[in-house]
């Protein structure tokens, strides 16, 4: 079964460009996490999306970014302008959602690679 | 609010020391607890899991027991091996809701042979 796929693995930036990255989950998984690891910090939840809706945003600074997964599949998350403190490692995580079968066990959250941003 | 305090690193250790890494949680309900696992180039991968109270997660000779009177969730392994070396943070995902994971700092430990 093929995992979480993240690209770009890496990417740097100056401040106030904009950049994207991408996440396609795991088959079949119907809920999609966008989350930001600051160096030396544990993930923080950004966006959770349902499908193609979202459940959770409140941590997201909208002022700059913003994500969308329009067919329930794919993600992109964008932010534009990009600030010094953006710099972390975004990560995109799916799971296959308490709608499927409700149990505890459907929430299981599967992590891709991540990528790097490093903005200058 | 919910929250998740682990211990301090980095942790070094010898090949064959006993690891404990600390995790108490801040929460309402009765979240699930999860260790995640993060070696060196690698995404997180879940570790162990527990679901509800005095549940004891397992994997990889890792264990973790949920206790809600102490509210903590304390990694252990009886013997290490220098490929343990990662960095392992604790989580929590809070009871109803949706189930996004609140995470610890994580601690980074190093296994020397």
Known sequence: EAGVAQSPRYKIIEKRQSVAFWCNPISGHATLYWYQQILGQGPKLLIQFQNNGVVDDSQLPKDRFSAERLKGVDSTLKIQPAKLEDSAVYLCASSLGGGVSGTRTSYEQYFGPGTRLTVT | ?113
């Not at chain 2, 070696?39 to 264990?63: V, W």
């Open chain 2, 1 to 113: 609010g919910n929250s998740v305090t682990q211990m301090e690193g980095p942790v070094t250790l010898s090949e064959e020391a006993f690891l404990t890494i600390n995790c108490t949680y801040t929460a309402t309900g009765y979240p699930s607890l999860f260790w995640y696992v993060q070696y060196p180039g690698e995404g997180l991968q879940l570790l162990l899991k527990a679901t509800k109270a005095d549940d004891k997660g397992s994997n990889k000779g890792f264990e973790a027991t949920y206790r809600k009177e102490t509210t903590s969730f304390h990694l252990e392994k009886g013997s290490v091996q220098v490929s343990d070396s990662a960095v392992y943070f604790c989580a929590l995902s809070p009871q109803g809701g949706s189930e996004k994971l609140v995470f610890g700092k994580g601690t980074k430990l190093t296994v020397n042979p």
